[in-house]
Nanobody, 115 residues
Framework: QVQMVESGGGLVQPGGSLRLSCVVS????????MGWYRQAPGKGRELAAT???????NYADSVKGRFTISRDNAKNTVYLQMNNLKPEDTAVYYC?????????WGQGTQVTVSS
């Protein structure tokens, strides 16, 4: 079993920054992928960014150059630094923890970009 606790969402003006955090605990294998997906109102869930346990990163084209994903393996924590936020980044952001045997999702944290 895996537990996940997200934090860091909120309301920010266009051009602002936010940092999301997700702490994972429980049955964690040595190889895994951690990341963030997002779902805007009326749309499906989409990839924002992922990072493997070895540090390989993958970003959606829409966030490249603005978002940075990182992880602290000692703390089983993944971060998403979001800079130069745009109104179209408004969404519920979900932490993802992916093992070879199962995928797990956080409860979601709201990010709203508005003036």
């Amino acid at each position: 079993q895996v537990q996940m606790v997200e934090s860091g969402g909120g309301l920010v003006q266009p051009g602002g920054s936010l940092r999301l955090s997700c702490v994972v605990s429980g049955s964690i294998s040595s190889f895994n992928v951690m990341g963030w997906y997002r779902q805007a109102p009326g749309k499906g869930r989409e990839l924002a960014a992922t990072i493997t346990s070895g540090g390989y990163t993958n970003y959606a084209d829409s966030v490249k150059g603005r978002f940075t994903i990182s992880r602290d393996n000692a703390k089983n924590t993944v971060y998403l630094q979001m800079n130069n936020l745009k109104p179209e980044d408004t969404a519920v952001y979900y932490c993802a923890f992916i093992k070879t045997t199962a995928n797990y999702w956080g409860q979601g944290t709201q990010v709203t970009v508005s003036s």
